[in-house]
């Protein structure tokens, strides 16, 4: 009798064997076929040659392409981690739909090989045939010890099995390590996969202990090559005076830094001039290029790093300390080398010229943002007159600027970031949430209108711009129907900014906002670096690239470079192709730090919430899904899901195109914005909550 499962094993072996072909004998040792089973290998072989599926010469079985079309893509497992019978192999001619058991022993990001079987209107259907590729052989998780037996719980949510550990090394139970995978198990035969612990990390639940987890996860570069140190090492101070008749002196304006009260890098520095025309506005960048050279060490580590890592209490910077934090950090009373963008206003703040030269600055003061907004709103501070008074003629210049960006379409989002709150052992006491501030955008404005000119300077040859694409037609339209569904109007206008814009303003609460902020924002596209110019439809601009923090992001040096090259009219030392890789580089390597960022957030959030097991809140509803009610807390900027499951009074119907649960015998609705009062359930892999009111 045919058996299906002989089917896909003999497939397996058929294409993995480097044989010209296999007898019938050869290939039931190789299954371990028993007597009782051969008549069912014989048929199945039978069957399989019959349908083209593999052919038969010379005594001899072997795999068949003739008629088969086989395809290569990455092996996307999330839906398998989210205990679904199913996965997806990616491919840019769309995804394969494959089936739980066979997608043989492949895990999330692997490249592999997969033979399509049939396919319908809307979805291709397959099976995976090969591993081509591993994407990552070393897995970062927390240790359980089950008597004898030891397993790793990998932390990346898309993994979706444990594995068994074979050697500890020193480690004890809820440890977490870095395990090298050694064997990767067999499917048919539910063999995990299994490997020898290679690093102890430390104490899972540790905030250090898991920011190093992730670090390792991502294979971040915690330390500099010995190469790149070395000459580092023997980058001598300039000797300011002996460089004055290539650069513009602007040792004796005010010049401040305004940055984080945790910053320790100063990438930028801002002064402000009132002269008969009105305005001028110099902003003035560190000139991180004159130190790192193209040809150097430093500069093919920062194309290796791509940008600067931040992380609660830890940073891992692009450049090494003596360049971010000494020789190019724009700090207080020391002399340092700069290009600066001059701009000058009229009365009305128009734009009537600017100019960019490499230059000096000495920084009269260091401020951060919490000392600048009490100025502001007239709280007690300790800034110097002079300062405050150009502070405040600064916030004028801020407030006309973003007048002029809104009116041209400029988004602005109501999108808090999470503070965390730290003892003195490290370990997180508070959660907040931060907005954003006059002092934030004054910053803001002003580094926008640098970026403007540079790109603009620049873009009569190839260069790295900022861009952000329009979002798809197709995403705009869902939107609009969900916020149709919620009451919010559309205004009819040809301008996206536009209508963006008005439903934004016309959200008429703040619970509304921390619904349908997040929604529109999930609706645009990524922004990223290209050498083609697609404008940034988020800032309404249509030529913008980032220049202003060198020390901190790969982009930005390498506009630096560009800059000084055309001050100087030496020709671009950069090739197109050169350009365009760096461009790929940085786009990717800022996507790593945002998800490694994001998973340290989210990770925190999981150990701060461990010690509120039982406690009551309220929140809203700020996303609803066919299995589960996501809530954001008020009190803490943080999310957790109510399973369907746990709704008991009635059976409930998902509407997805109203992001709407209804009871089917009840009638009761669940809806967006919603307020209700649940419990913290259970705090593992997330955050889980009982619906109380």
Known sequence: MYDQKISFRVNKVLEESKAKGLKINDISTILKIGKHKRSDLKDTLFRMVKEGRISYKNGKYSASRSNEEYVKGTFDARSLAKNRSYAFVNTPEGDIFVSSEDTLNAYDGDIVEAKLKNKDD??????????IERK???????????????????????????????????????????????????????????????????????????????????????????????????????????????????????????????????DDAISLEKNDMGLILYVHIADVADYVKKDSELFSEAVNRGNSYYFPKKVIPMLPEKISNKLCSLRPWEEKLTVTVVTQFNADYEIRDQQVHESIIKSDVRLNYEQVDRLFEGGDHDIEDSIAGMLFEMKKLSSALSQKRIA??????????????????????????????????????????????????????????????????????????????????????????????????????????????????????????????????????????????????????????????????????????ELFDFAEAASDREKIADDAEREVEFKDKITFMKKKLGEEYEGIIVSIRSTAIIVELDKYPVTGLIELSTLKDDYYEFLDEYKQLIGKRKGKIFKLADKLKVNISKVSDDIYLQLIQ
């Open 408 to 577: 041209a379409g400029y988004l602005s989002f109501n999108l808090p970031e999470t503070e965390f709150i730290f003892d003195e052992d490290g370990y997180i006491t508070d959660l907040k949430r931060s907005s954003e501030t006059e002092s934030h955008k004054l910053i803001e404005n002003f580094m926008l209108i640098a970026n403007e000119f540079i790109a603009r300077k620049l873009s009569k040859h190839t260069t790295i711009y900022r861009i952000h694409e329009l979002p798809d037609e197709e995403r705009v339209e869902n939107l609009k129907k969900i916020l149709q569904k919620y009451d919010c109007k559309i205004p009819k206008d040809n301008n996206l900014n536009i209508v963006f814009q008005k439903i934004l303003a016309d959200l008429n609460s703040k619970d509304m906002h921390r619904v349908f902020d997040k929604m529109i924002l999930r609706s645009l596209k990524r922004a990223r670096y290209s050498v083609e110019n697609f404008g940034h439809f988020g800032l309404a601009l249509d030529t913008y690239t980032h220049f202003t923090s060198p020390i901190r992001r790969l982009s930005d040096l390498i506009v630096h470079h560009q800059v000084k090259d055309m001050i100087s009219s030496r020709g671009n030392q950069f090739s197109d192709q």
């Open 122 to 131: 809307q979805r291709k259907f397959g099976i995976i045939t090969r591993i």
């Open 136 to 266: 990552r052989s070393k897995f970062v998780g927390t240790l359980q010890f089950y008597g004898k037996k030891v397993y790793l719980l990998p932390d990346n949510t898309r993994i979706h099995t444990n594995f068994k550990v074979d050697k500890t090394g020193n480690a004890t139970d809820n440890d977490k390590v870095v395990l090298n995978i050694t064997n990767w198990g067999n499917k048919e035969y539910n063999a995990l996969p299994s490997g020898n612990v290679i690093e102890v990390l430390g104490p899972s639940g540790n905030p250090q202990v898991e920011i190093m987890s992730v670090i390792k996860h991502y294979e971040l570069p915690l330390e500099f090559p010995e190469k790149v140190l070395a000459e580092t090492s023997n980058i001598l101070e300039v000797d300011y005076d002996k460089v004055l008749d290539k650069r513009i002196d602007y040792r004796e304006i005010r010049t401040i830094t305004i940055d984080p009260i945790s910053a320790k890098d100063y």
